[in-house]
C-alpha cells in the first residue's frame, strides 16, 4: 500500500480533473435522493433519471407509495435492475418513515441505517448530499479506483476501505472527494477499459503497470 501522502497528492490529481463533480441523480428534497439512491443499486444514474422524473411526479410522499398495490409500483420501476426487490424495499421504507420518523428523513446516520433498504452507502450518499454533513459513501467506483491506485489493499471490505479514505482526506473535503472518485471511476478509470494511456496517474498506479506489462508480453 502506499503511503497517506502520496495517496492524497493522487486524489489531488483526481479532484483536478474532475473540480465539479457532484451527485448525478436528479431530486428537489431529502426523500427523492433517498428513493433515487435506493434504487441507483447495481443500475446506473442515467437509468435511474429516465424513470424517476415520472415517478417522483406520481409519488411525493411515501403515503403515495404505500397507497398502490405493489404490482402498480412494480410496473413503474420495472426499467431497471432487481425491481421487484427494490419496489418491495421502498414500500417498507416508506412504512418505516411513517412509523419511525413522522414521514420525514431522519437525518442520522444511525437512523438512517434503521431504515429498510438503506445500507451504510446510502446513508452516507443522504447524509452528504441532502444534509450536507461530511460522509465518504464508497460505491463500487471508489472501492475500485482506491484499490487499484494502492490506497488501499486488494482484500479490503467496504468498511475497511471507507476508514482508510477517511484517515487520508481532510474531513472537509471528503463530500467533494466522493463525487471525485466517482466521477474519476465512471468517465475515465473505467471498470473493463480504463484509459491508463492517458491517465495522469499511470507512473505511480499499479494496476496502470501491471496492465503496461501484460500488453508488452502480449507483443
Ligand atoms: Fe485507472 Fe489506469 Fe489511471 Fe491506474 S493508470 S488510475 S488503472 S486509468
Not at 7 to 13: C, E, K, P, R, T
Not at 126 to 145: I, K, N
Amino acid at each position: 500500500m502506499i503511503s497517506n501522502k502520496k495517496a492524497l497528492s493522487m486524489i489531488d490529481v483526481i479532484a483536478e480533473m474532475f473540480p465539479n463533480a457532484e451527485c448525478e441523480l436528479v431530486h428537489d428534497n431529502p426523500f427523492e435522493l433517498t428513493i433515487a439512491v435506493l434504487l441507483s443499486a447495481q443500475t446506473t444514474d442515467n437509468a435511474v433519471n429516465k424513470i424517476t422524473k415520472p415517478l417522483f411526479e406520481k409519488y411525493k410522499s411515501p403515503e403515495d407509495y404505500l397507497a398502490v398495490d405493489i404490482a402498480e409500483l412494480e410496473n413503474d420501476i420495472r426499467t431497471i435492475g432487481l425491481y421487484r426487490n427494490k419496489a418491495k424495499n421502498i414500500k417498507k421504507l416508506c412504512q418505516s418513515l411513517l412509523d419511525k420518523f413522522d414521514g420525514q428523513i431522519p437525518q442520522t446516520h444511525a437512523e438512517l441505517e434503521s431504515l429498510a433498504g438503506v445500507g451504510r452507502k446510502t446513508a452516507n450518499v443522504v447524509m452528504s448530499v441532502a444534509f450536507g454533513e461530511p460522509s465518504l459513501a464508497v460505491d463500487t467506483h471508489v472501492e475500485r479506483v482506491s484499490k487499484r491506485l494502492g490506497i488501499c489493499r486488494w482484500k479490503d471490505n467496504v468498511r475497511q476501505v471507507e476508514d482508510k479514505l477517511c484517515k487520508v482526506v481532510p474531513r472537509e473535503r471528503w463530500n467533494r472527494t466522493h463525487h471525485q472518485l466517482i466521477f474519476f471511476g465512471r468517465y475515465h478509470c473505467l471498470a473493463r477499459s480504463p484509459k491508463c494511456d492517458i491517465c495522469p496517474l499511470f507512473e505511480d498506479c499499479r494496476e496502470g503497470q501491471k496492465r503496461y506489462k501484460a500488453t508488452l508480453k502480449e507483443a
